[in-house]
């Protein structure tokens, strides 16, 4: 029995080792990356811009200086309003990410930087690893901002008629917080986020985008206001930004979901797409339907559905 279950935990360590490898390829894509506040946290963002823009400082300083980032991630798991969220008891925790430096399970790391064999490459470890620090700090610190605002607004609206926050309240705020930050739930398929995370581009941010707006049916009232809130900060600040945008003349906006340019600002030949994913969303779900798309050039021409499915495939492989 001694030799079977040593011979199982020799295949289990090859096997992460082996999942840890094929991570590195995407850990390396997302290097030189400090997106993560407006693309993972862009719809949290829109609701708190101000505190976004506080973090900003943090995350770069972090990005260069380790021990820095290890006092923002002691200062965050000091955080009292934090802890509340963290309990084991709840059915959903607040996700903290771990500093790259530190050598955990895959299923804990943030998966942009999924992998533990990066930081003992030299070349990869300076190159990567600066990139994830950033990546990690600048997220945890909008999740615990968003923890800290929920429990301070609970204080002050449940003291005043004698009742707590329930644990479901903390839980499905953690979880909304998760979601509105990239991180989504997997569920049964949890347990294979690796190997997800190897073949797929952020599988956890692609079902994120489609769990954030469900939290709209949240079981805590609470949580179900806060989502809405998100919601509606969400379209006001893309909305806006793309109307004076195009108003102004300042960029162009293409408004037709089957362009391959829906929903972005075109300024000569870059362009940009504040939508944090959800036009990709949008332009395959018109393509699938009317089976066509529109050029660069403004022709609208017929296109296969097998291929409208075939290419968002392709785009969210890794």
Partial sequence: LSARENIADALKSANMNILDAMNIPRATLASADISGLL?????????????????????????FNPKYAQEVERTVFADPAVQKFLRPSLPHQLYIAPLPEKVTSLLVKEEAFMSNLVMRVPVLKQMIGTSARAFATGLNLMRANLARNAENRWIKQFEKIGVKATDTDYSEMARLINVATGRGDLGALNRYAPLLNATLFSPRLFISRFQWPTMIFSPSREVRVEAWKQIGSFLSAVGSVLAVAKLS?????????RSSDFGKMKVGDTRLDIWTGYAQYLRFIA???V???????GYVLPFNRSEVIWRFTQSKMS
């Fill in 249 to 257: 003349g300042a960029a162009s906006v293409e408004l037709d979901p």
């Fill in 287 to 289: 393509q699938l339907t």
């Fill in 291 to 297: 089976a066509q798309r529109k050029t660069a050039g």
């Fill in 39 to 63: 693309r993972q946290g862009g719809v949290a963002a829109a609701r708190h811009p101000v505190a976004t823009l506080k973090m900003v400082r943090p995350m770069l300083r972090a990005m």
